[in-house]
């Protein structure tokens, strides 16, 4: 009878595509993943969540007092400042309660309806919290997409973004779900209030919220170990990975963490994108925001993995995916799925999943981003707006290559401790799109140098010795220090070890009959010679050099189709899941895309196919 109740209830657009509840096998497994977690730190302590919830409350009583003086300051009724009222929520990871050590805290603050952005929020409340002890690293970027102010509040990061919603008096039980609160919004004060809607409506819609959250913690722990978490330079942020968890877990409302994870990686292989993840209908309401539409709005039909927020109004919450960090994704997500299979099959445990992905390993051509600043506020605002925009460089080295070059952000920045100046340094990996002509030429200046003027004329608060400085480097000529001491330690013996085996080539080679041989004579193609970048990027050499570069190593699997099979192990009691066929016609089920973007073609091998890229200090 519960069996019948659980499958009368559908969760999503679409009916489940399993009701199959776990065994005793992936009970085990589920417990054995929650302990992978604990042992890499993705829970946080006790102490630590109570520290977290006494800053909530603290930032509460500052942006009250704050709401007071504006009110008070404006000229209004001793009556009305003792009313005046200002709420904090919190939205992200925390309202989702996935929260880990060490992470930032979204928060949002909403207040009435004459308190505004623009000078009480970002200037007003900015010279309060400046003069605050305890707070640090004050960010304020009111012209982001998203409005915020960035702080550290007693070594915990706050993201703080305002709200002004029609109200003289905000209430203290205010309804943020209700669509009301939008009635006289302008786009970003929507923009931040859909935070904290879509954390609520996700909770809704899953069929087991502790489930969810497990799962969520653990692919957010994956997409970090492997270098695809990071929704400001394209690749997939919290919200994103939510959306599609949250989709999972309602395709399989009966399956536990494990099985979940299993599935999470198994569907997505499989997807159909451009196709949309979506959790609920897109409701076009009457109060006239746009919503995500690819058949009325040009730029929807553009997005590479469009996965729609379930609130109004819905939006495409991973418009910043390209196609280079696309295909970095699903790469990532096909090595995951031969590795769930394999944990499955108990050949393999947790551990595997999460092995750090090695990009300085996994590509033989990348760009380095050098940014400086003359001190360490200004390299702060600096590099948070070089990051914001690393995207564009991925987009303007896809677009002047016609697609032909694929340009992969590492989504963490290096220091180089020698070097005295504040700076920081980001990557780039760059490698050709299969398919690419054996020596064709590759010539990315005109991209890099677009980057470099926009990043410079568009940051309004721009100093002089906020400098940008973007190279093409071999993976033979990459600084020391983006690599660890013990990787650089077994890299250093070992390229002695290959020193010692080329020189002995070398020799042989060049005694055939007592003349030098051809291979000899070409042995020097490509110099190994560790030709490192100067610490002053101005003084590098202008001129041009064509380099013949070799393929990159395919560290990752390839994509191999839709082969993975659905169907559950017999051994486990499982009821069969009729094979790959039944997810592929789920999927088949899921709402299409009207008019938009081409399948993603399957990975090719490179087959040992160089090409040619003009190399300079750009």
């Known amino acids: 009878m519960e069996n019948v109740k659980v499958r009368a209830k559908q969760f999503g657009l679409t009916k489940p595509i399993s009701y199959v509840k776990p065994t005793d096998f992936h009970i085990r497994r589920s417990f054995e993943l929650e302990k992978v977690l604990w042992d890499g730190g993705v829970y946080q302590v006790e102490e630590e969540a109570r520290k977290r919830e006494e800053i909530i409350e603290k930032l509460r009583v500052v942006v009250k007092s704050w709401v007071k003086q504006v009110t008070r300051w404006k000229g209004y009724t001793d009556k009305m400042v003792e009313n005046a009222n200002a709420l904090i929520v919190t939205f992200g990871s925390y309202r989702l309660g996935v929260h880990g050590p060490g992470s930032d805290i979204d928060t949002l603050c909403i207040g009435p309806s004459y308190v505004n952005r623009e000078e009480d929020f970002f200037i007003r409340l900015h010279n309060i919290l400046i003069g605050m002890e305890g707070v640090s690293e004050l960010l304020p970027i009111p012209h982001a997409h998203v409005p ?65 959250r497990t799962t969520l913690r653990c692919l957010k722990f994956w997409a970090k170990r492997r270098g695809v978490y990071s929704n400001v330079t394209g690749f997939l942020g919290g919200v994103n990975l939510a959306l599609l968890v949250a989709r999972v877990c309602q395709l399989y409302p009966n399956a536990n963490p494990s099985m979940l994870v299993s599935r999470f990686f198994r569907v997505y292989t499989q997807w159909h994108w451009p196709n949309p993840v979506m959790l609920c209908p897109i409701e076009d309401k009457e109060l006239g925001f746009p ?35 696309l295909e970095a994704m699903m790469k990532q997500f096909h090595t995951a799925n031969k590795i769930c299979n394999d944990i499955e099959l108990n050949k393999s445990s947790w551990g595997a999943l999460f092995e750090p992905f090695l990009f300085f390993r996994s590509y033989q051509n990348y760009l380095q981003v050098d940014i400086t600043a003359t001190d360490a506020d200004d390299l702060r605002a600096w590099k948070g707006w070089v990051e914001s925009r690393l995207r564009q460089l991925t987009l303007k ?96 013996s070992s390229k002695s070890i290959n ?98 973007c081409g399948m993603l073609a399957k990975a090719q091998g490179e087959e040992g196919c160089g090409f040619t890229m003009y190399s300079q200090e750009f």
């Open 397 to 492: 080295v896809e677009r002047c290559t016609i697609g032909k070059l694929l340009c992969v952000p590492c989504p963490r920045e290096y220091v180089d401790t020698s070097r005295q100046c504040c700076h920081c340094t980001y990557f780039m990996g760059l490698r050709k799109k299969p398919g690419v002509e054996v020596g064709e030429v590759i010539d990315i200046r005109v991209a890099t140098q677009e980057f470099k003027e926009e990043i410079v004329n568009m940051f309004s608060f721009w100093t002089p010795g906020m400098e940008i400085h973007v190279s093409h480097v071999l993976k033979n000529q990459l600084p020391s220090y983006v690599f660890p001491d013990e990787y650089r330690k077994r890299s250093q």
């Open 148 to 212: 915020v102010m960035k702080f550290k509040f007693e070594g915990v990061s706050i993201d703080l973004l305002y709200a002004s919603v029609s109200h003289l008096v905000v209430p203290d039980d205010l309804d943020i779900s209700n669509e009301s609160i939008l009635y006289e919004a302008d786009e970003p004060t929507v923009r931040s209030l859909s935070g904290c809607r879509v954390a609520d409506q996700i909770l809704r819609l899953v069929p087991n919220v502790e489930h969810f």
């Open 499 to 596: 020193q010692q085996h080329q020189n002995k080539r070398k020799i042989n080679s060049e005694m055939v009959d007592g003349k030098p041989s051809a291979s000899g004579c070409m042995s020097g193609g490509m110099s190994n010679s560790s030709s490192q970048l100067k610490a002053d990027m101005g003084s590098c050499k202008t001129g041009y050099k064509r380099r013949r570069l070799t393929p990159e190593e395919g560290s990752c699997e390839e994509s191999k189709g839709l082969s993975v099979s659905e169907s559950e192990s017999e051994s486990d009691g499982l009821a069969k899941e009729k094979g790959s066929s039944l997810l592929q016609n789920a999927l088949l089920k899921e709402p299409r895309v009207g008019v938009c």
């Open 291 to 325: 919503v995500w539409d690819p058949r009325r709005n040009p730029l929807d039909r553009n997005h590479h993995m469009p996965i729609i927020t379930p609130a109004y109004p819905n939006m495409n919450s991973s418009y910043s995916v390209s196609t280079s960090t």
